[in-house]
């Protein structure tokens, strides 16, 4: 079992290798991909570093991934101008490139079940209703605070930071992506919990 789970952290290590070098390889510009793949960066190493103190589930694990190839993509063509959602917008005649709304919806369905394993397993929780509350409430918050950042390097930075916003002149554009982050928040419990609850009484019988 220990060797099954070393191989698929193993492989899915190489699969972030291959994605990130695509992503860094001619991106729309350093800036704007160095801001977008920087969360992925810093999860990397941590990831790593708590492998054997502290394994997680081999869901939490693709889900991190999943999460890391969307901002990698994000970061290449910026999430204005990722190519498929440029053709979607153009075939369906739509008013945006939508790939950031599928980025903030990503930024709550997988912190969600991250904050669901860590305050599991630490056992800060026990009653499943505060639990669902408290862990959508944690997503919430990173969002307002990756808001806060993106409005921070906006001021910083002026007109360069245009591409990292990736508003897309809708005034509005913060509080679709705090509103997509809460369903995706509400989205992975109600639909992963139980093969969560599942991966997780495995990792504690094999720990």
Not at 105 to 129: D, N, T, W, Y
Not at 145 to 164: D, K, L, Q
């Amino acid at each position: 079992m220990v060797i099954s789970r070393r191989r698929f952290f193993i492989g899915l290590f190489a699969i972030f290798c291959a994605v990130f070098a695509w992503s860094a390889i001619q991106p729309h510009d350093y800036f704007t991909w160095f801001l977008e793949v920087f969360p992925a960066l810093i999860a990397l190493p941590i990831l790593f570093f708590t492998y054997k103190k502290f394994p997680l589930t081999s869901l939490l694990y693709g889900l991190i991934l999943l999460h890391a190839i969307v901002l990698m993509i994000g970061g290449h063509y910026t999430y204005a101008e990722v190519l498929f959602f440029n053709w979607l917008r153009d075939t369906f005649d739509l008013s945006r490139n939508y790939y950031d709304r599928v980025g903030h919806f990503v930024q709550g369905f997988v912190p969600a079940m991250v904050a669901r394993e860590i305050l599991l397993r630490k056992q800060i929780v026990h009653g499943r209703s505060w639990l669902f509350f408290l862990v959508t409430c944690i997503c919430l918050s990173i969002s307002a605070c990756y808001e806060f950042i993106e409005w921070w390097v906006a001021v910083a930075s002026g007109t360069a930071a245009e591409a990292f916003l990736g508003t897309q002149g809708d005034v509005w554009d913060t509080q679709w992506d705090m509103f997509l982050a809460l369903i995706g928040a509400i989205s992975a419990q109600i639909l992963l919990a139980k093969l969560h609850d599942k991966q997780l009484v495995q990792l504690e019988r094999n720990g």
